[in-house]
C-alpha cells in the first residue's frame, strides 16, 4: 500500500480550501445560506419554520433540488458522456465565475427584495457550484476525501489518529504493517481535506468580514488556476484517462 502521493494531498487541500472558503463566506453575506453544508440549511430552515431566525426559509428549501440537479448534471456528464476531468473543473469555475459576479451584482445584503430573489438567485449559484465538486469528488476523485463536508472526515480521521498513536494498543498488534500503512494514508488523506477546509473558512470568513462578497474572487482565482493547471495536480497520466 503505497502512501498519499503529493498530488493527491495537494488536491485535497486545495478543492477543500475553495469549499470551506465559499461556505464561510455564504453564511456571512448570505443571510445564513450554506452552499455546501446542506444539512446547515435544513436545520435553520427548521428553526424558521417554527418562527425563530430570518426570513429566507423557502430559499433555504429551493437551494436542496438545485444541489440535487448540480449533483445529476455532473454524475451525468461522467458517467454517460465521460468528460474529462479537466473539462468538469473547467465547468465548476464557470458556475463559481456566475455566482461571484452574481454576488457582487445583486449584492444581496444591502439589496434584499421582499421575496429574497436576489439572495435565491445568487445562493443558487454558490450550491450548484458546490453540489457539481460535491458529485466530482465522488465521480471523478474518490481517491481525495470528500471536500464540502467534514463531519465524516474528522471521524475517519480521528479513528486512524487512535490507532495509529496506539490508543488501541491491543488492536494495533493485530494489524499488518500493511495495515498500519492504510491507516497513516487514510490519515493524511482525510486529513488534507481538513486541512484545507478549515483554512479555507477561516480565510472566507475574514475577508468577508472585511471586504464583503467580492472576497469570492480569491476561490475563483484558485479554481481558475486548478482549470488550467490541472496537470500540475494530478499528473499528465490522470488526464490521458476519461471519467468512468
Known amino acids: 500500500m503505497k502512501l498519499l502521493s503529493n498530488g493527491q494531498f495537494v488536491a485535497g487541500v486545495l478543492f477543500s480550501g475553495v469549499a470551506g472558503f465559499i ?123 470528500p471536500t464540502t463536508a467534514m463531519t465524516n472526515n474528522l471521524t475517519q480521521f480521528t479513528m486512524d489518529l487512535a490507532l495509529i498513536s496506539g490508543l488501541q494498543s491491543r488492536a494495533r498488534l493485530q494489524l499488518s504493517f500493511q495495515d498500519l500503512d492504510a491507516s497513516r494514508t487514510r490519515l493524511i488523506k482525510f486529513g488534507s481535506s481538513l486541512l484545507g477546509f478549515t483554512i479555507g473558512a477561516i480565510c472566507g470568513g475574514v475577508s468577508t468580514a472585511k471586504f464583503g462578497l467580492i472576497s469570492l474572487c480569491f476561490p475563483l482565482m484558485l479554481m481558475i488556476f486548478l482549470s488550467f493547471k490541472v496537470e500540475f495536480v494530478f499528473g499528465n497520466n490522470r488526464l490521458d484517462k476519461k471519467i468512468k
Not at 448540480?70 to 469555475?93: D, F, G, K
Not at 452574481?102 to 449559484?125: C, I, R, Y
Open 23 to 145: 461556505d464561510a463566506a455564504s453564511f456571512l453575506g448570505l443571510n445564513g445560506l450554506f452552499t455546501s453544508h446542506i444539512t446547515g440549511n435544513l436545520v435553520i430552515a427548521a428553526t424558521e419554520i417554527i418562527g425563530i431566525g430570518g426570513e429566507a426559509l423557502w430559499v433555504r428549501i429551493a437551494v436542496i433540488p438545485v444541489f440535487m440537479f448540480a449533483v445529476l448534471l455532473t454524475t451525468v456528464l461522467a458517467r454517460r458522456h465521460q468528460l474529462r476531468l479537466a473539462h468538469l473543473i473547467s465547468l465548476e469555475t464557470l458556475v463559481l465565475l456566475l455566482f461571484t459576479i452574481s454576488a457582487f451584482v445583486l449584492d444581496p445584503p444591502h439589496h434584499k427584495s421582499a421575496n429574497n430573489l436576489p439572495l435565491f438567485v445568487t445562493g443558487s449559484l454558490g450550491v450548484f457550484s458546490m453540489g457539481m465538486q460535491n458529485a466530482l469528488m465522488r465521480e471523478s476523485l474518490g481517491h481525495i476525501a
